[in-house]
């Protein structure tokens, strides 16, 4: 587990160098409305205060608006203890998305998400980039991979010439059980490690009312991350189809059965609204025909008013717990990247020796196009010579050994619940959009958008 004793920031030696310190803690996402939450001081103020009671150390903000002040708010998380996991993408930069036939990175999406990372890079107190959110939503999605991966790339690459810190970089997946494996590992194998992202986090939304880390399925996320070489987390969970929520995952996540591995997790959500996963409210619902301040019905600033029980239980849950960790004077990685997963038709459509695609390389029948490293094609995400099959511990062979064919019984076999937030890097469902944070050492709570 890449992780160590606190989430900090810190100086180097060096003239205007920083390093982030990751650890497992607890978060909470943070998104109000599709406007910049982390430009609007008085709000954050209200809000951070109650964060800070509930016991959150980081909060995960899906959209921003680089041109916006945002020094208030930032020094009022800081005050409060609170690090900053934010989306670098934008409503109009995604990789994938409705209109989106083929994936897409291109020169456009890069300026926008270094125009990001130049207004927060220097704040302490940001923790890291998310490069996307459930870009990848079903087998037919695995083309979208490689995009996710160059935008890593390209977006490490930027921090790096601009003599940034070393800010983690990474991605947030859907908990789809024919992808989950495959795609897990892709975003961090392979000998060059400047192409591998820095963390991984899962949406997952499979522990429902009083279930056990058997029961749950969360033995088989355990077991298929237990050499996993990069930090992986919960970046969404918190399944409201039995209420109250107890939140007895935490006790699971945090605790021994998975704190030495997995490094936190993202519940959803903070602001209460029609899907019914909110940790607070600014009110009773508006009527119908309010405007001011209110979208979909409910009011979207204000004094935060805990929900009951759920914030408290919540609450409760988080000061019983004391995840594993290491100091930072201890702490060495020792982790050897995972192998790359071959392609299996229909399952895992990617070359495990395919380049990875330039800015603007276009997708050719919805494949990357162009030459691959290793003597391989990547036209059509194939290679000249075909890979395993999950079955015999090709594409599906998971961090932790486990094959995709154990990981989809896993998910079958468990009080399984759908994303929230599926398809939120394709856009918007209906106003509002969810949101989750980092947690490469962070148990959270997600907001909506």
């Not at 036939?101 to 130049?118: H, I, L, R």
């Given at each position: 587990?890449?992780?160590?004793?606190?989430?900090?920031?810190?100086?180097?030696?060096?003239?205007?160098?920083?390093?982030?310190?990751?650890?497992?803690?607890?978060?909470?996402?943070?998104?109000?409305?599709?406007?910049?939450?982390?430009?609007?001081?008085?709000?954050?103020?209200?809000?951070?205060?109650?964060?800070?009671?509930?016991?959150?150390?980081?909060?995960?903000?899906?959209?921003?608006?680089?041109?916006?002040?945002?020094?208030?708010?930032?020094?009022?998380?800081?005050?409060?203890?609170?690090?900053?996991?934010?989306?670098?993408?934008?409503?109009?930069?995604?990789?994938?998305?409705?209109?989106?036939?083929?994936?897409?990175?291109?020169?456009?999406?890069?300026?926008?998400?270094?125009?990001?990372?130049?207004?927060?890079?220097?704040?302490?107190?940001?923790?890291?980039?998310?490069?996307?959110?459930?870009?990848?939503?079903?087998?037919?999605?695995?083309?979208?991979?490689?995009?996710?991966?160059?935008?890593?790339?390209?977006?490490?690459?930027?921090?790096?010439?601009?003599?940034?810190?070393?800010?983690?970089i990474g991605y947030s997946a859907a908990d789809v059980p024919s992808l989950r494996p495959m795609l897990q590992n892709?975003?961090?194998?392979?000998?060059?490690?400047?192409?591998?992202?820095?963390?991984?986090?899962?949406?997952?939304?499979?522990?429902?009312?009083?279930?056990?880390?058997?029961q749950s399925g969360y033995q088989f996320l355990q077991q298929n991350a237990s050499d996993y070489n990069i930090p992986?987390?919960?970046?969404?969970?918190?399944?409201?189809?039995?209420?109250?929520?107890?939140?007895?995952?935490?006790?699971?996540?945090?605790?021994?059965?998975?704190?030495?591995?997995?490094?936190?997790?993202?519940?959803?959500?903070?602001?209460?609204?029609?899907?019914?996963?909110?940790?607070?409210?600014?009110?009773?619902?508006?009527?119908?025909?309010?405007?001011?301040?209110?979208?979909?019905?409910?009011?979207?600033?204000?004094?935060?008013?805990?929900?009951?029980?759920?914030?408290?239980?919540?609450?409760?849950?988080?000061?019983?717990?004391?995840?594993?960790?290491?100091?930072?004077?201890?702490?060495?990685?020792?982790?050897?990247?995972?192998?790359?997963?071959?392609?299996?038709?229909?399952?895992?459509?990617?070359?495990?020796?395919?380049?990875?695609?330039?800015?603007?390389?276009?997708?050719?029948?919805?494949?990357v196009s162009g030459s691959a490293s290793s003597g391989s094609s990547a036209v059509n995400g194939q290679a000249s010579?075909?890979?395993?099959?999950?079955?015999?511990?090709?594409?599906?062979?998971?961090?932790?050994?486990?094959?995709?064919?154990?990981?989809?019984?896993?998910?079958?076999?468990?009080?399984?619940?759908?994303?929230?937030?599926?398809?939120?890097?394709?856009?918007?469902?209906?106003?509002?959009?969810?949101?989750?944070?980092?947690?490469?050492?962070?148990?959270?709570?997600?907001?909506?958008?």
């Open positions: 587990m890449a992780t160590s004793s606190s989430l900090r920031a810190r100086k180097d030696p060096g003239p205007q160098r920083y390093y982030t310190v990751l650890t497992s803690n607890p978060g909470v996402a943070y998104q109000l409305t599709e406007d910049d939450p982390l430009a609007q001081p008085t709000q954050c103020a209200l809000d951070a205060a109650l964060m800070k009671e509930l016991g959150a150390n980081s909060i995960r903000v899906y959209h921003v608006d680089p041109t916006a002040s945002h020094d208030d708010c930032m020094k009022t998380f800081d005050d409060a203890g609170i690090y900053i996991w934010l989306d670098l993408d934008t409503f109009s930069t995604y990789i994938m998305g409705p209109g989106i036939a083929s994936p897409v990175w291109n020169s456009t999406m890069y300026e926008a998400y270094g125009q990001v990372m130049d207004a927060f890079h220097n704040y302490d107190n940001l923790a890291g980039f998310f490069v996307g959110n459930e870009v990848l939503t079903t087998a037919e999605n695995s083309n979208a991979a490689p995009y996710v991966k160059a935008a890593g790339r390209d977006m490490k690459s930027y921090r790096d010439s601009k003599g940034y810190r070393s800010i983690p892709y975003l961090a194998c392979g000998s060059n490690q400047s192409e591998a992202l820095d963390f991984f986090g899962l949406n997952a939304y499979e522990w429902c009312g009083e279930s056990t880390f058997e992986i987390f919960f970046s969404e969970t918190g399944c409201q189809t039995v209420k109250p929520r107890t939140f007895g995952d935490q006790a699971a996540i945090l605790g021994d059965d998975m704190s030495g591995t997995w490094s936190g997790a993202i519940i959803y959500e903070w602001i209460e609204e029609t899907n019914d996963y909110g940790l607070i409210s600014y009110g009773t619902p508006a009527p119908a025909t309010a405007t001011a301040g209110v979208v979909a019905g409910y009011t979207r600033s204000g004094t935060p008013i805990p929900i009951s029980p759920d914030f408290s239980n919540l609450k409760a849950q988080w000061a019983t717990l004391s995840p594993a960790s290491v100091s930072e004077a201890a702490y060495t990685q020792t982790m050897s990247p995972v192998a790359c997963p071959d392609y299996t038709a229909g399952a895992w459509e990617v070359s495990s020796g395919a380049s990875l695609p330039t800015q603007g390389q276009a997708a050719e029948n919805g494949r010579s075909t890979g395993g099959s999950a079955s015999s511990g090709g594409s599906g062979t998971s961090a932790g050994g486990a094959s995709a064919t154990s990981a989809a019984a896993a998910a079958s076999s468990s009080a399984s619940s759908a994303s929230p937030t599926a398809g939120r890097g394709s856009g918007m469902a209906g106003t509002m959009v969810a949101l989750w944070a980092l947690a490469m050492g962070i148990a959270g709570i997600a907001v909506v958008l």
